[in-house]
Nanobody
């Protein structure tokens, strides 16, 4: 069992930046994959970015070149650096970890991009 806790959300103006963190209650070294998802009001949850055990990454087309996913195994933490934020990035952001066939979700953190 592992708990994931997101932080770093908030209100930011268009063009601004935020860094989200996802802290795990135990080692994430063995996780097959970790990722960030988001869900805007009235929309389905969608994949934003994922990082796999071998180091490869995957991004949604809408965030390529603006968002960067990373993980620090020593700190049991995953990050999402978000630059050049747009109003359409407004959503609740969730982190997810996949470990030995089990999926773990955090509780989400709100990101609001507005002037």
């Amino acid at each position: 069992q592992v708990q994931l806790v997101e932080s770093g959300g908030g209100l930011v103006q268009p063009g601004g930046s935020l860094r989200l963190s996802c802290a795990a209650s135990r080692s994430i070294f063995s996780f097959n994959a970790m990722g960030w998802y988001r869900q805007a009001p009235g929309k389905e949850r969608e994949l934003v970015a994922a990082r796999f055990f071998g180091g490869s990454t995957k991004y949604a087309d809408s965030v390529k070149g603006r968002f960067t996913i990373s993980r620090d195994n020593a700190k049991n933490t995953m990050y999402l650096q978000m630059n050049s934020l747009k109003p359409e990035d407004t959503a609740v952001y969730y982190c997810k970890g996949d470990d030995s066939g089990r999926a773990y979700w955090g509780q989400g953190t709100q990101v609001t991009v507005s002037s």
